[in-house]
């Protein structure tokens, strides 16, 4: 599984720089306003793609 994570103006650069590991693999998305077809555009075969939307605010904390 791939998580795509990216701001909305960004996810075609992301999703260009990925295309070969994406082949077989389940795409999960959480950028907002991309849909499905958009992101099957912007890639080559046919991976899974599953569109998430948290409804909540996430807050990553990273520990050194």
Do not use: F, H
Not at 2 to 22: D, F, G, H, R
Not at 38 to 64: E, K
């Amino acid at each position: 599984m791939i998580l795509l994570a990216v701001k909305p103006q960004n996810a075609p650069e992301a999703l260009s720089q990925c295309k070969k590991a994406l082949d077989g693999k389940a795409l999960m998305s959480i950028v907002a306003g991309v849909t499905v077809e958009r992101l099957q555009n912007m890639i080559d075969g046919t991976p899974r793609i599953l569109r998430l939307l948290p409804n909540t605010p996430a807050m990553v904390y990273v520990v050194l």
